[in-house]
């Protein structure tokens, strides 16, 4: 038995003896013995509480997010906050997700326990409303419960600093010290609801905390003057909130602001944990639009928009030249929202000379042209939102830079300062206002790409990834990228490589991440990054040429010769 299976074993054999655990999750391993591949996928690790916090498989195991992983990683995120505060507090937000509201409101009851107030969402609600929540009530931390946009089986545990940001690499490192510090479940505190309520250390929020956030989300608009005398009502909206987080929140704000005319996906307005109307809950695939479609070809839609569960991810759907409808990529939505509200600003004299648009080194570059053609500044991150909102926050306190918006190509976009994650209400509320502003023009927002094309260039980029799951797809995942490492290509897809960006050793002033990205000598470029949520190693590719067929011809040979290596390894 190879050392990684003695390991899992142990584990396991612990679990079913601690008497910390409940009987029915005893129950539930102990109905797997004999299935070694399952023990060791379940306990071949402990679940890592990297800087996005928690994600994996529901279910027991210490390869899984259940109560007890959940429970201590608020034991270590309690210990954590008690060293930040003398009177500490976290707030709490969850998803549709199945057990999403239990795992909630135990790390409630853990922070009770230990002497810190939980202030908890009454019903799911949006990411971005909790990173909104931790700023408004000067709280000390927060947690959001989801995972994203990912399969059913999965759900997460995303840990926020006082600035509403998910936690940097440096206060990443110190809670992940104060979570391995709790070396027993035995040693994670719990109270009972009625007692946490007693003592005021378990307070709910709701309306009026709602009514905050939408009328703060609703005052990013730049056109609500316009959009209230008609401009709103002429645009047709379709919206799916795809069973998460975003049906009352995107229908508020784009209410609040004038846009009147939406129509929901009925069959996708409601929670569903099961997400049991698409394959996949995720906005950046066309899969998840099916519905949205067939109701926008009904009723004669301009836009379509959908968000993941958490609501922080937002994806467009509009009518081509020939008038079918097609997804934009995170990228295209981006460049269209980065020229709308800089191009709005600068009409009326309001773009500050000092102000920046903040993308990750996988964005696209064309946003980037635009941003710099109005005189912006800007600044590239890490991949992961909590790097743009930790940019943001220097700006608020060096005064350097006036924060325009902030975006990364996995459909992540904020604008306006008052969250430091990305917030699908708020690019629901540009896209649709956009739209309505260019239609008034007599365009579609793919008229308004097209002409960005032929002003900047043809932008066209792809993203493939590869699930390597267990213990075998983590050696292949460093493999693939020791391959590339150790060997890098002098030329791909017969361009030369100009330059090898290694993100490892820590460069540009970031953060040490797992990140190649190489620069071909035609303004290409290609990077390859393993998730940090999912067993995937992913692989982005851009280029700009001088016609879209072009620009298609490109694209397709970069990513034939880069994923024919990267293959040949998993």
């Known amino acids: 038995m190879l050392e990684m299976n003695q390991t899992a074993v142990a584990r396991y054999e612990a679990w079913l003896a601690d008497p910390s655990i409940d009987a029915a999750t005893k129950e539930e391993l102990a109905a797997l013995r004999g299935n070694d591949k399952e023990i060791e996928d379940r306990f071949y690790r402990e679940l890592e509480f990297g800087t996005g916090g928690l994600r994996g498989v529901m279910g027991a195991g210490t390869n899984r997010l259940n109560v007890y992983t959940v429970g201590k990683a608020t034991q270590g995120l309690a210990n954590w906050t008690l060293t930040q505060s003398s009177s500490p507090s976290v707030v709490i937000a969850h998803d549709s997700r199945n057990n999403s509201p239990e795992f909630a409101l135990d790390a409630a009851l853990v922070l009770a326990a ?23 009530l000067k709280a000390t931390s927060g947690v959001v419960i989801t995972a994203s946009h990912n399969p059913p089986e999965y759900n997460g545990y995303k840990a926020y600093g006082s600035d509403g940001c998910q936690l940097v690499p440096a ?39 709602d009514q905050d956030y939408v009328q703060t ?6 056109n609500r003057e316009l959009l209230q005398n008609g401009l709103g009502e002429a645009l047709t909206v379709v919206y799916t909130p795809l ?53 926008g070809q009904e009723i004669g839609a301009d836009l379509i928009i959908g968000t993941d569960p958490d609501c922080d991810r937002m994806g467009a759907v509009v009518r081509n ?31 500050p000379a000092n102000g920046a648009v903040i993308k990750t080194i996988v964005t696209s570059e064309m946003g980037a042209d635009i941003a710099k053609s109005y005189g912006a500044a800007v600044i590239n991150t890490l991949t992961g939102f909590k790097y743009i909102g930790e940019q943001m926050t220097k700006f608020e306190h060096s005064g350097e830079h006036a924060f325009l918006f902030g975006y990364e190509e996995s459909y992540g976009y904020l ?29 579609t927002l793919y008229d308004v790409l097209l002409e960005l094309y032929a002003k900047f260039g043809y932008y066209l980029e792809g993203l493939e990834s590869r699930t390597l799951k267990g213990v075998d797809g983590v050696q292949k995942i460093a493999g693939i990228m020791d391959d590339w490492r150790g060997n890098p290509p002098a030329e791909v897809a017969g361009v030369r490589v100009k330059q090898v960006l290694d993100y490892l050793p820590g460069i540009d002033g970031l953060p040490a991440e797992n990140v190649l ?40 040979a970069l990513t034939e010769t880069v994923m024919a290596r990267v293959d040949s390894k998993a």
């Open 321 to 351: 030249n020939e008038g079918e409808f097609v997804v934009l990529s995170g990228n295209q939505s981006g460049a269209i929202m980065v020229n709308y509200l800089l191009g709005t600003l600068k009409e009326r004299g309001q773009l």
């Open 171 to 209: 206060d990443a490192e110190q809670v992940i010290g104060a979570i391995q510090a709790v070396t027993g479940f035995d040693q994670v505190k719990r109270i009972s609801r009625g007692e946490a309520e007693a003592k005021g250390l378990l307070r709910w929020l709701g309306d009026a905390e």
């Open 415 to 443: 604008a306006g300062t008052y969250a430091r994650d990305k917030d699908a209400v708020v690019a629901s509320l540009l896209i649709s206002e956009a739209a309505a502003y260019y239609k008034s023009q007599g365009k």
């Open 217 to 222: 989300v609703a005052a990013q608009s730049l």
């Open 114 to 136: 230990n002497g810190v107030t939980a202030y908890l969402f009454q019903g799911l609600r949006p990411t971005p409303q909790l990173s909104f929540a931790v700023r408004a």
């Open 243 to 295: 069973h998460g987080a975003g049906n009352m929140p995107v229908r508020n704000v784009l209410a609040a602001a004038g846009l009147s005319n939406v129509r929901i996906v009925k069959e996708q307005e409601q929670p569903d944990g099961y997400f049991s109307t698409v394959k996949s809950p995720n906005p950046e695939e066309r899969e998840a639009f099916t519905l949205a479609i067939k109701l």
């Open 517 to 556: 990205k190489y620069l071909l000598e035609d303004g290409s470029w290609f990077c390859l990054r393993p998730s940090g949520t999912e067993p995937k190693i992913k692989v982005y590719f851009a280029v700009r040429g001088q016609s879209l067929n072009h620009s298609q011809d490109a694209i397709k």
